[in-house]
């Protein structure tokens, strides 16, 4: 691991979490983030009201969960921020051709901390 990645592991409930991603965003001034597992994209409008303008990838395996985020970023009125992927999100990740401030992993739990 270098100074570049940071894990977030606590106790903190999901409200507490997500708003800590928030600031996370804001602190790093991120323009652009890549989230790998996004289910119904609660994590995902945190990050949205974070970095602005078109600057979140969402990704998600199943097309159902992706549905229901949709429904969830037009009620939050960030869908213009979000770009919705389906399918394995590390091979989604690996077709990038941008750079991102953030990747956030919520996938992998074998190697969570
Ligand atoms: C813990 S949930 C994500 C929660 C979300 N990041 C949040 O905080 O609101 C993990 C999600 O990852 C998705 N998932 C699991 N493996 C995946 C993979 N290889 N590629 C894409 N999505 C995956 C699951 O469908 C599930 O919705």
Redesign the pocket.
């Known amino acids: 691991m270098t100074s570049e990645h940071v894990v977030l592991a606590s106790p903190l409930d999901l409200f507490q979490f ?1 708003t800590r991603l928030y600031q996370l965003g804001v602190m790093i001034g991120a323009k652009s983030v890549f ?5 119904i ?3 995902t409008i945190w990050w949205a009201r974070a970095v602005g303008d078109q600057g979140v990838i969402y ?4 097309p159902k ?1 992706s549905a229901e985020a949709r429904r969830y970023f037009d009620r939050a009125e960030v869908s213009g921020r979000i770009t919705g992927k389906n399918g ?3 091979e989604l990740l690996s077709e990038q051709k941008q750079e991102f401030d953030i990747t956030f992993n ?2 992998d739990k074998e190697h969570y901390i």
Do not use: I, K, R, W
């Open positions: 997500s989230e790998m597992g996004s289910a994209g609660y994590s990704t998600d395996g199943d969960n394995d999100a590390l919520d996938v």
